[in-house]
């Protein structure tokens, strides 16, 4: 279906122009998959899945003992598979109604139950420091103290913490 990618406003630029620019190119070419909820032809929310990993080298010490520590001891490597959240936005038309939350628990569940392709323990996401609160509401757990940069956090969720 062809939707009006350009009416979609969320209230962050860069959100925006990432689903009316670079979604298409990014889903032909392999590198995220763009899904977008709809009511009625409106375009509601919008986020890209694409595979991650976590790794020892972009944790720092204490925090990596928290996700190594998860594993037996025979099982712990030097970095863990995952998929990653890439693009995450509700428009402000639809905003604080839960929507947000609802598709993470969509997201969640579809995730848990494929069981067919290649084997993940994380979710990732680099959230943006106002959507911390966010994700933390839905479950994820910020990986380091410090930002990796400004804008955003690494946050996991990890798929057998029940
Ligand atoms: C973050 C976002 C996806 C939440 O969507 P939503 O449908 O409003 O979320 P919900 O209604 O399920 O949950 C609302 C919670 O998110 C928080 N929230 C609302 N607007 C927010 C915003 N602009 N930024 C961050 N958090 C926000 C609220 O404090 C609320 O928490 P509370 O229930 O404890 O009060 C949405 O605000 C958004 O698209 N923001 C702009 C883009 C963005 O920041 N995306 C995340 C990129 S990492």
Redesign the pocket.
Known sequence: MDYKLGEFD???DD?NEFLLVDAKPCLNLSIANTFILEDDGRIVAYFCLLNDKISRTEITGSRWKKIKGRFPKSKQFRSYPCIKIG????SLD?????????LMDMIKDFLLKEQSSSAFRYIT????L??I??YE?NGFVQLNEKDENEH?RLMFYDKLVI
């Open positions: 969320c209230g962050d959100l693009r995450f936005a509700v639809y905003r604080g109604k839960n929507i947000g939350s609802d996401v680099d959230a943006y106002s959507a609160h966010f509401k955003t």
